[in-house]
């Protein structure tokens, strides 16, 4: 069935929005055990699988706080964020922009006693490198001067890396790569111990006691899809946490992690585990004023294949562009926690452009697009997704009515993950929803991703426009901040306004509720639920 009329639109969408409002009683939070030990109780849905962040792209809970990096993203305030020095205490930056010459702390201890030296530098970065390693993590290394060879099987080391001392490493590029500091901040970049790494082998991120860091915590207990223990490091080069111990449970179900929270079995509650709860918190007299909630640096968009027709034409691109009621969808699907998007980069990233003009809800422009496409009466879509995803399905279903409303006629089609990513990866994966947020604070973290030629094909954009393509390339080489971002302002332009390539929903806020005792607890800078705990404290 399809809705003609924008108060059956918003009734379907208040219908297909499955709200909770109503919580359990609760007892008080969870105390400390009679040893004294300050314990952060906390819940995932999934096992982290790995300690390896070499070897993951989901889960980095344990690496964010197990291990270091050269240099860390930290929070300033709500939505902003600055590149500070870890593991490295400085760098220099050649004046060509490819060789980077860092300077390690001295006296930085990893978990089993060794000191940081460069060559734990070095080791980790070519261990990635190694095709052995199989790691997943490649991708902000592979500009590094002899990365391609290494990675092929075709050397045994990686030229580009050279140990000057034992707190000295040179990292040469092949060309100038603008992003490369804000890279190496990223979980993958964790800095590994070689002998520890080494004589671990396989159980390298399995069994805690060989999975070897120099954070703040230590992995000490694990069982399997049960829970994961990280112990202070009394030695940590900052100083020793003020918590004792993280206790992570394994609880897939988010209706049961709500319950444990308002048990005081939890220490904290992450909502976009349970949207639905969101209501319940906000109006909560024991709740809303234990909220803490950041800006997630990413954006919500519908994705558009050019490739399949008629989106081809730039103008039936325009037209569901503003074909959408964002603010309903905001409101009735995410409670009004989030901002509407106008563009790709979101709030937060550097670069943001806080001036695009947005697309407001115009169903009458986008039906005249239609027709001066040739389209008066509409057209059959397909909207695709996986299987496994509900709030997509809520989310698809509305957009769905919403396109009724111009006469485009939409079929929604569930692929198992396999398919669905592997259809995306031949560029065949017609329209589909999805979400991006910012591993590294860049704006090539974000329209390179999307729109540099090979990443165009890879994820079914099929976006042909050649000069904001070599601009693209042209942007990473850039090695003036100011010169960059005033590019890729005008290229997110393009993209969007000019070229209809894209089409932008919202930014939404990230938020978690936490129990009393439970201070200087920070959404991390990107909004992401896993995040570094070393600054959060307790207090009974």
């Known amino acids: 069935m399809f809705v003609r009329n924008k108060w059956m639109v918003t009734l379907l969408v208040a219908l297909l929005v499955v709200t909770l409002i109503t919580g359990c009683g609760s007892k ?24 390896d962040v070499q070897l993951t792209t989901e889960e980095y809970l344990i690496p964010l706080n197990i291990y270091d990096r050269l240099v860390e993203a930290v929070t300033t305030e709500p939505g902003k964020s600055e590149l500070v020095p870890g593991l490295a205490e400085k760098w220099e930056i050649s004046p060509d922009g490819k060789v980077y010459t860092f300077y390690i702390r001295k006296g930085v201890k990893f978990h089993n006693g060794e000191e940081l030296k460069a060559d734990d530098v070095l080791y980790t970065f070519d261990r990635m490198l190694d095709p052995k390693t199989k790691a997943l993590n490649t991708d902000f290394l592979d500009m590094i001067d002899g990365a391609k060879e290494r990675m092929e099987g075709q050397a045994d080391s990686t030229r580009g890396m050279k140990v000057i001392d034992d707190y000295t490493i040179e990292i040469t590029l092949v060309e100038p790569f603008a992003p490369f500091i804000a890279c190496l901040s990223t979980p993958a970049g964790s800095i590994y111990n070689r002998k520890a790494t080494e004589t671990a082998g396989l159980d390298f991120g399995v069994k805690p006691e060989l999975t070897i860091g120099t954070g703040p915590f230590m992995l000490t207990d694990w069982t399997y899809n049960d829970q994961v223990i990280l112990s202070a490091n009394p030695d940590y080069f900052r100083g020793k946490p003020d918590i004792d111990k993280i206790v992570t449970k394994i609880i897939p179900d988010a209706e049961t992690q709500r319950m444990m929270f308002e048990k005081g079995e939890l220490d904290a509650f992450d909502c976009d585990n349970a949207r639905s709860q969101i209501p319940y918190f906000l109006k909560s007299e024991k709740w809303k004023d234990h909220i803490v909630s950041g800006p997630r640096v990413g954006t919500y968009y519908y994705h558009i294949n050019q490739a399949v027709k008629p989106f081809d034409d730039v103008r039936v691109r325009r037209a569901v562009q503003y074909a959408l009621d964002r603010q309903l969808l905001l409101d009735t699907l995410y409670y009004g926690t989030g901002t509407i998007a106008k563009g790709i980069m979101a709030p937060g990233l550097a670069g943001y452009n806080p001036d695009l003009p947005g697309f407001p809800y115009n169903k009458e422009k986008a039906k005249t697009l239609l027709t001066e496409a040739g389209y008066p009466d509409g057209f059959q879509m397909q909207i695709t997704q996986t299987v496994d995803s509900p709030s997509t399905l809520k989310l698809n279903e509305a957009v769905q009515a919403m396109l009724a409303e111009i006469g485009i006629k939409v079929e929604i089609v569930q692929m198992d993950e396999a398919a669905w990513f592997g259809t995306r990866r031949e560029g065949k994966l017609p329209m589909y929803h999805t979400n991006w947020s910012a591993d590294f604070n860049d704006p090539d973290n974000f329209i390179y991703t999307f729109f540099a030629t090979k990443n165009s094909v890879a994820r079914s954009f099929n976006y042909g426009n050649k000069h904001v393509q070599a601009e693209l390339e042209r942007a ?46 920070k959404v991390s800078w990107n909004g992401w639920s896993n995040m570094p705990y070393y600054e959060v404290r307790i207090e009974e």
């Open 28 to 51: 008080s939070a969870s105390k400390t055990p009679e040893s004294g030990e300050k314990i952060l109780t906390i819940a995932a849905i999934t096992d982290p699988g790995t300690g």
């Open 476 to 521: 990473r080489t850039m090695i003036v901040p100011e010169e960059r971002y005033a590019l890729y302002r005008e290229l997110e332009e393009t993209i969007v306004y000019e070229d209809a390539a894209w089409i932008p929903l919202f930014h939404l806020n990230h938020l978690f509720v936490v129990q009393p005792r439970v201070k200087n607890f």
